[in-house]
């Protein structure tokens, strides 16, 4: 989510500051490309790249042992203090995070561009360039600020469909992940396996999403929650 977050706020913003130009095309090249290639083809042509550089599969080498306590390889890397591990199991999350990012990064290019082109256009935009403002401070803290509720709503979407949907990239890369876990279980029907797991994802989904409401107050001032008027 954080690699579709920044690359896709960066396509978005660009093709919309570019509108018309080669950028432009090119961004929205890239983010139709993202939405149309099925992810396993693209985590195979990944592997085909970068496979001589990059480990393919599993989240740690096989020479590499790691005491887990709470299941998340980094995070368990630094809790023992183990660099090299850390540093190990971070290649091996790169191309399966890149392949899973590509459908977000997609939507996120896409509504940003539409969002950025509604709000350039608009009065304080304008006054803040007559104000002579430098052109980053005009889109980055006037313009992409007020373009942000769309996004954002996506973003929480999204990442709860993530958590869920990664099965396919987990079965390319041979990722022990949770979309994994969840197949696996519904094969041997193990009913509480299935329904801890379905738990942990409405748990992480619905407080994601409480997360973006609060995002909006924050965004927009002018949004109140559970205030009434006296």
Do not use: C, Q
């Not at 995070?75 to 850390?86: K, P, Q, R």
Request: charged content about 15%; aromatic content about 8%.
């Amino acid at each position: 989510m954080l690699i579709a977050l920044v690359a896709g706020l960066a396509l978005g913003i660009l093709s919309a500051v570019y509108k018309g130009t080669w950028i432009d095309g090119l961004s929205m090249t890239v983010a139709l490309a993202g939405v149309s290639v099925p992810i396993f083809w693209l985590g195979l042509l990944l592997i085909l790249a970068f496979g001589s550089v990059l480990p393919v599969s599993g989240n740690l080498s096989a020479d590499r042992f790691l005491d887990t306590r709470t299941g998340f390889i980094l995070l368990d890397a630094l809790l023992a203090g183990d660099g090299a591990a850390f540093l190990d199991a971070l290649r091996h999350l790169v191309l399966p995070a890149a392949a899973l990012s590509t459908i977000p990064l997609a939507l996120t290019a896409r509504i940003t561009r539409s969002s950025m082109l509604e709000v350039l256009g608009s009065d304080y935009v304008r006054t803040a360039r007559a104000k002579g403002l430098s052109p980053a401070r005009v889109v980055l803290r006037h313009a992409l600020r007020n373009a942000a509720i769309p996004i954002v709503t996506l973003v929480g979407l999204e990442f709860g469909y993530l958590l869920g949907g990664a099965v396919l990239t987990e079965t390319v890369f041979d990722w022990d992940g949770m979309g994994t876990y969840i197949l696996t279980s519904v094969r041997e029907t193990e009913y509480e396996s299935i329904g801890g797991a379905v738990l942990v994802l409405a748990l992480t989904f619905v407080a994601v999403n409480l997360l973006v409401d609060l995002l909006y107050a924050f965004i927009d001032p002018r949004i109140r929650y559970g205030r009434t008027e006296a």
